[in-house]
């Protein structure tokens, strides 16, 4: 549920509102990953067409354009391009990895045999000064060569920049990982949002919270949420896999997913990033 405001607020303002927590952990890992504002806010307009389509048919209504911008906000010549182009997709790469591109294809900055070569941190071409600044003049090379090595695609040694070639290989299991909590989650925010549009009936969306712990406390019971997972876990497959062997023959078409999570971090964490440091980082770096 929606914790209580002081003021108050109508239902999409208290959403609005609170809903950055909800927010919070995926931008947390586009950023790890060197995703982009940019990136994410084109897919959510297409997921607003989408959403806004399937409560206009649901409610009898023509999914005019007039009526996607009324109920998106997205501009009707924009929601007419995307619906006879199809959803955008991604946009293009973030600067930081177009200029891992850039360098992996130039052949300005290959040596004889084609291979990317190393470069020096500043001067001319070839330099990494110099190929950051072929791709942008907004930001300074320093601060996309930093982010380049937060994301772990290049290493500065001895002032000359190496780049990591394979850095965008995927970790061994991502996209079977990637997958397992995209579904987990949006299921989970989809029975939330159920009970609160007040649709019936309602579902099994609970949680337990404690907080002013030990580690050791904590570690205990993540040990007991496994133990209390593998009992609750054999007992609903077994079930599961009775009605569908029964239901299967039947043509049964719903589905349904039954989970459990655990997750534990320092009191008062989530938002407080150090704000008092941040004008003292703010400086362009030499």
Known sequence: MLDQVDSPVSPNEALLQQGAAMFRPLVRLLIANGGTYPQLISILKDLFIEEARAALYANGRKDTDSALTLLTGVHRKEIRNRIVQGPAGVPDLSLASQVYTRWLTDAGYHDSSGKPLPLARTGDAPSFESLARAVSRDLHPRTLLD???????????QDRVWLNGDAFVPQAGFADKLSMLVANVSDHLSAGAHNLMQQNPPLLEQSV???????????????????????????MVDEASRLCAIDEVRGGRQRVRFGVYFYAEPMNNAAEPALADAANNSKEPS
Do not use: C, I, N, Y
Request: proline residues 0%.
């Open 147 to 157: 982010e380049l090595e937060r994301l772990g695609l290049v290493k500065l040694e």
């Open 209 to 235: 919270f404690a907080d002013q712990l030990h580690q050791a406390s904590v570690e205990q019971l993540q040990q007991l949420a496994r133990q209390l997972w593998q009992q609750d876990f054999k007992t």
